[in-house]
C-alpha cells in the first residue's frame, strides 16, 4: 500500500519561499502520476502540480512560473517549491500519487483531477501573512 508523508509546511510571508517535501512508500513501479493538490477553507482541492512518469509536467495557472515540481532520481520524493507566494496560495497541501498510469493521464498527467483513483498524505498546512 502507497504511503506518503508531507512535510515542510510553515506560516510565511507574501512574497516569500517556501518548500514541501513529499516522501512516498511501497509506490512499486514508477509509472503513476504524483503530485500536489490543495485545498483553501471553503473551496475545492485543486492540483497545484504534477509529474507523468516520462518527467512531463502539468501546472495550476495561477502557480505557474512560480512553483517547481522536484523529483528525485529514484521518483519517491517529490518537492514542492514555491517562489513569490501570494496570499492565495494559503491551504492545506497535499502530497498525491494517481492509481492509474500517467499515460492515461495526459501530458504531465493534466487530466488529473484527483475526484478518483488517488491514494493521499495527510496535507501539510501553508499559510500565508501579508
Known amino acids: 500500500q502507497v504511503q506518503l508523508m508531507e512535510s515542510g509546511g510553515d506560516s510565511v510571508q507574501t512574497g516569500g519561499s517556501l518548500r514541501l517535501s513529499c516522501a512516498a512508500t511501497n509506490l512499486g513501479t514508477p509509472k503513476y502520476c504524483m503530485g500536489w493538490f490543495r485545498q483553501a477553507p471553503g473551496k475545492e482541492r485543486e492540483r497545484v502540480a504534477s509529474?507523468?512518469?516520462?518527467?512531463?509536467?502539468d501546472y495550476l495557472g495561477s502557480v505557474r512560473g512560480r512553483f517547481t515540481v522536484i523529483q528525485d532520481n529514484t521518483k519517491t520524493k517529490l518537492d514542492l517549491q514555491l517562489n513569490s507566494i501570494r496570499v492565495d496560495d494559503a491551504g492545506m497541501y497535499y502530497c498525491?500519487?494517481?492509481?492509474?498510469?500517467?499515460?492515461?493521464?495526459?501530458?504531465?498527467?493534466?487530466?488529473?483531477?484527483?475526484?478518483?483513483?488517488?491514494?493521499w498524505g495527510q496535507g501539510t498546512q501553508v499559510t500565508i501573512s501579508s
Open positions: 498525491a500519487v494517481s492509481r492509474l498510469p500517467s499515460i492515461i493521464l495526459g501530458r504531465g498527467c493534466r487530466n488529473w483531477s484527483g475526484r478518483e483513483h488517488t491514494t
Open positions: 509529474i507523468a512518469a516520462d518527467g512531463g509536467t
